[in-house]
């Protein structure tokens, strides 16, 4: 390979000079659609519909990689009830990996202290992380002829380590840390405006899939770094929408991110295509599928967590649980409040203490409504067989 395409140069064009107008008005649009997701959402509620993204997040993240890992097996792994079966087993660590990294960066962002999100060491630590309590079997790469352990926050760096992906051949191992500096420098977010933030989250996704700087598990840690990026820019909304559910269904069909990353590949086609390695026209295409995958998220689950039609679905789901009518007035009450003091059941529901105490009780054995403490006040939990229910269409495949 010629020394001019190892270098970092390789993966220029990083950003865009010139912003095109489709781009810009998608980029006023998920501003604005992000900024009223769960608008009317109290905090500790949006909250708990956080928790359920994150398990989204993470089935359908395991999905783009071939991994088919249920929702309940999903939550059991959560709860350290893990299969028998090592197959099986691997996929729900795996899982339990995704959601305790994702909750890592949802942490690191409300508290301030997130690092840039496409720095070096933020992004080993994202694979160190997924990798931490993985089996011996997760962490062997077959490699052709020349199989080898991977070392869980390490990039490539041996001659084993080279690997091809499809037709895309990445740079050579012993390329990769330049690469990554280049890159952590190209989409540092410090000195970028909210736009250019976003045109960014989206650019990245591509070239670092492209440098592919770890041996493996490089799929995972790309949209890790999305979904950083993502609040980053403003357009988190507090953890209620997945860039993941959108990647793996796409917008057509499910071959849509397998075939935009494809195209971002291409050289660059002459000497109006830009004045980088790669093509220009590409990125803009891929900035504006991945911005249009986003905005189409947020609005699908501004459809779901809106509050009059939540308030309907909780309504509906009391009585498809054959629980007293009064459990509603609770569900509403929490759902308004975020949470609700035990001892106001009676209040709420205008029943009789004991009664109420009952009703109360029928929630929370039901695992619609949670409590940190026996005694301490409950507030929503969507756990899957509420999901179920209430959110039918959020883990469909069709």
């Known amino acids: 390979m010629p020394l001019s395409i190892e270098t970092p140069y390789r993966i ?38 956080a928790e359920l993204v994150r398990i989204m997040n993470c089935y359908y993240s395991n999905l783009i990689e071939g991994h088919h890992t249920k929702p309940r097996d999903i939550e059991r792994a959560l709860a350290d009830d893990l299969e028998k079966d090592q197959v099986r087993r691997n996929f729900q660590i795996e899982a339990r990996a995704h959601v305790s990294v994702q909750q890592t960066i949802d942490r690191l962002y409300a508290a301030g202290n997130m690092p840039e999100p496409a720095s070096t060491e933020f992004l080993c630590r994202l694979h160190r992380e997924f990798y931490r309590d993985a089996p011996e079997a997760m962490l062997w790469v077959d490699n052709g002829d020349h199989g080898f352990r991977m070392e869980p926050g390490a990039f490539r760096s041996l001659p084993e380590h080279n690997v091809s992906v499809g037709r895309h051949l990445p740079p050579s191992s012993d390329r990769v840390a330049e690469f990554m500096r280049y890159f952590e420098q190209r989409y540092r977010l410090a000195n970028m405006g909210k736009g250019e933030r976003i045109i960014a989250m989206a650019a990245s996704h591509h070239r670092l899939a492209y440098i592919h700087p770890f041996p493996d598990g490089n799929g995972r840690v790309s949209r890790l770094m999305s979904h950083a990026m993502g609040l980053a820019a403003g357009i988190g909304a507090s953890g209620l929408w997945s860039v993941s559910r959108g990647l793996a269904r796409g917008l057509e069909s499910r071959q849509d991110y397998k075939n935009k990353m494809d195209y971002a590949d291409m050289p660059r086609q002459g000497d109006l295509d830009g004045r980088g ?65 035990r001892g106001d059941a009676e209040r709420v529901t205008g029943l009789k203490e004991r009664s109420a105490r009952m009703v109360l009780s029928s929630l929370i054995n039901d695992g619609i409504l949670k409590s940190e403490t026996p005694k301490g006040p409950v507030s929503l939990h969507f756990g899957s067989e509420s999901v179920e229910f209430l959110f039918p269409r959020l883990f469909a495949e069709n």
């Open 12 to 49: 220029e064009p990083c950003l865009l000079e010139n912003i095109p107008i489709a781009i810009t008005d998608l980029i006023a649009n998920l501003t604005a659609s992000s900024e009223r997701l769960g608008g009317r959402l109290h905090p500790r509620t949006a909250a708990s519909l």
């Open 277 to 341: 390695n790669l093509s220009q026209k590409a990125l803009i295409e891929f900035i504006r599928w991945f911005l249009e995958i986003c905005l189409d998220q947020v609005g699908f689950m501004a459809g779901l967590f809106e509050f009059d039609r939540l308030a309907g679905r909780l309504k509906a789901y009391v009585e498809s649980r054959a629980l007293k009518p009064e459990a509603f007035y609770i569900l509403e009450r929490v759902l308004i409040q975020g949470e609700m003091p």
